[in-house]
């Protein structure tokens, strides 16, 4: 027998497994000792506490600390963070989330009318709403569906051009969106709670083309070439980088002044054009004193000294004539003149002028039919309006000219420039000039309102201009005054019968009419400004300088009349308002433009692009590394398939395009990236 | 013949195991294939992976409801435990592509990744606990329930004390007295200590039998044989220790792991409703 072979009584009965109670080991006899827990009855107490003090340990912290704190998948980006460090705890879910300002027990309730059909994307909008358009907030990259599929076959085309449809590998698995186009909210790209390192507008490839029917793959080998990008999205500036660099400034070759990219495009932050830019940030185009003045300024004003009607007398045939009271007696004759622009467009605002100034070609009423009573008719019923005018402003000044425009619905905000200098004055001796004094009212019979007198004075009058006129000089020799009613006036005639001849006023009005100024007046405005020519019996405008400010109002005015107007095609053919429009080709647009605007920033095109980083590259920091004007040496056909074709003139861009591998060369995987993101934006502000 | 069917069987489970571990590698691939590609889409890859890790925890939490049902044919319980085992481990992969941080932020959700951490590192121990402490029980010559080691335990310390009683021989008497007083008897009548229990070893098992052995030479035969009888009480009492640290070990995994389980099932189920609530 082993030493250590013992033998145990068998052990005490009656217990079983799961039994929570069993009889103390202690004891001999198990009927007289207290029970004691098995390991089941022990667990289950312990299993029971623990429960009970988590229980009561989660109601303590739900009972005592904010639910914004105990419920929080992860910190808000940095951005949104920041704006809602102020806001109590509440109102800070609340900000995104309506269900955060109920009460948990209202999560399992109706969210109540307060809360009914609004959205998270509506909380978004709340603050976002500047940058995107709440109407498409939610349609994809917040354009119309019909524009969407316009881009989208803009794409199918571009990469059917570029042969890359069937290059790439994996991108063709990419899977359909799980998202309708028309209704994508904010939350499905914008992923928040990733912590202050969180980027909200991270996006994968694969994530932008989900919901895109054209895919690529790599942007070196299969993104669709842009053709005339960035080149032919229109400008507000006409220039033409080819004459410039290879004609104007032919530095390379005479060892003149050379054509410098920096000249007209610097640095925007130590430009004053760009308060607060980036270092890097390339201005669009330097001011007009700085890049143009040098060559251009007296170019400009003296295709500006030609000057712009605000109101000339038309040239009326006698019979014409006799229905206008007073319609001085120089602007009798063959009809003849031209109705300027400005007083057409005011002459507008009675719809039967209206009409008769449409019959009349490009303004031009020598272009009329002669001895036709019924072209006479019309003419004298401009000519009516055109002394109303006259009248209007005498009377009533700056006001008169407003109303006129409102009646045709342009805005009078951009002509007051115009009007602020323009002396009612002004108006005020044209009209006491060119019709005399006894201002009749026009209603009246106009034969009746005639003065007769008038006509003798002015032709009597030897320091007058009108001496050397047809109707003086022509003599008795000229046919076609022979027998006219104004040099041989009838006394006896009934149609010039004035009661007024005798009137004291009428006499004290003829040494002002004889006061004529042998200098032309043109040559009194040298500097600019209105004067009133009575050689033409107009009153005109000469500009001078850059950014006229009359000359800004006029063309402003002009510009919102629709394209097809002949008006308006008239007003901006005139060479003198060419002077501006030549270069300022968008000023003619609604509204019109005068400085170039900045590319950059602007949320209204898909492709954006910075020059900052691009000009840390040493060999980028040449602009003609990737802007190269075309030459004589590329053919037409580059030239027209490659170049861009500007949205304002449909010309070719005199840029060569720019090449898409030239790009790929640092945007691949491995050098700087070539994201989706990188160089296109999702939202389209309008 | 039964060596190789013995072999055989020991292939089998390797087998079993790589085809298990390698359909759960390959049930994984197939999800974070289908979650990038709900991530690719636009979709909702957080409630894919959501619903998923709930829906796995489900199936975690019926290992114990099957447990507690032994009356009903739902399988083996082997069965249900391997179950368990690769559905952790893709309970585990799920959550990686679940959380943007292994421990969320907030009060909650960092309540609710600890608890999930807590639970899978508990499962991963059980994994090897499982694998380890098995064998080392199998191993000690008496198997006790555990329940009942208090009782072996009291048996053990009254054997000794009729053993010692039994000595007549006063030299021996004399020799054993101070030793099984000092000694012996606080060994039989006492618990195991903690450390013991956190890390059992032989060290007191040896040391005990080490001095009963060196006081052999001053013993007469009966003296010896009582000697004898008592160093068999220690190993007998020590192998029952052993068997306490280990089954107490096993068994307070199984409460610690089973408790935060329930923990974090309820704990998923509010995230689940605060996320529906939250969403969009």
Redesign the interface.
Known sequence: M?????D??P??GG?R?GDRW?AS??SGDAGQSPRVL??TGR?RR??TV??LV?SVVVFL?IAT?PSA???????LATPHAQILAGAVTKEKCAAC?T??SLSPVS?FLSAGDSHRDV??DDLCLKCHHRMIPENLALAAHNVPLSVRVELTEAVRLASKNSGNMGSGSMHRF??????DQNK??C???HKE???AD?DLRAM?N??CQ??HSSRFGSFAKSHPDWNGWPYGRGGEIAFSHTTHSQKHFPGWKSGAREFNCATCHPDAASSSHADGARVGEVVRVASYKHSCQACHEESMNIQAGEGLDFVSLPTLSAESAREIPGWPTASIGFADGVVSPLLELLLRADPAVSGSLRRIPNGDIARLPVDDPAVDKRLARVAAEIRKLINDVDQNGQSAIEERLLEIGISTSVFRPVLRSLPPQLIESANQNWFGDSVDSIDQPLIMASPRGRFRLVAADDGDLLGSSLLNSGGDADGLLENDLLRQPDDSSPLLEDQLLEDPLTVQAEPMRATVNDVPAASLVGLGGWYRDDDRLSIRYHGHGHADPVMVGMIETFAQLNDGDPLKQRFFQGSFVAACVSCHSAAKSIPSRWTAQAKIGKQNEFTKFSHRPHLNVSALGDCVFCHRTRSAKDSVNDAITLAAVSSTNEEPSDFMPLDRQQCADCHNAKAAGDDCTTCHRYHLAP | MKEVSTHQKTISLKQRRAVALAATVCVIVIFWYLWR????????PAFFTGFTLLAGLVILALLGARRRLPMLPLGKVSTWTQIHLYVGFFTTAIYIMHV??IV??????AFLSLVFLMVTASGFYGLYASRTLPKKLTAVETQH????L???????AA?AEQTYSELTEPSAREVLQTFYQRALSPFFISRPSLAYVIVPSGTRRRKLLGDLKELDRYLESDGR?VA??L???V??RDDLDYQFALQLRL?CWV?FH??LS??LLAAALIHM???L??A?
């Open positions: 082993r030493q250590d072979k013992l145990f009584p052990s005490p217990d497994p069993m080991p202690r098995t390991w667990r312990v299993v623990t429960l988590v912290v600390v704190t105990i419920i929080r998948p992860g910190e989330h269900q955060a999560w959205t998270q990419i899977p359909d969106a799980a998202v994508v909210s939350s499905t790209c709670h990733h912590g969180g994968t694969d994530q989900t919901c | 590609r709900e991530s690719s889409r636009l979709g909702a943007p941080a969320a932020g907030g009060m909650f959700e329930r555990f329940d009942r208090d009782w072996g335990r009291n048996q053990i054997m044989r004898g009888k160093a068999a009480l190993r007998r068994r409460v089973s408790i329930i923990v409703l605060i996320a609530r939250f969009g």
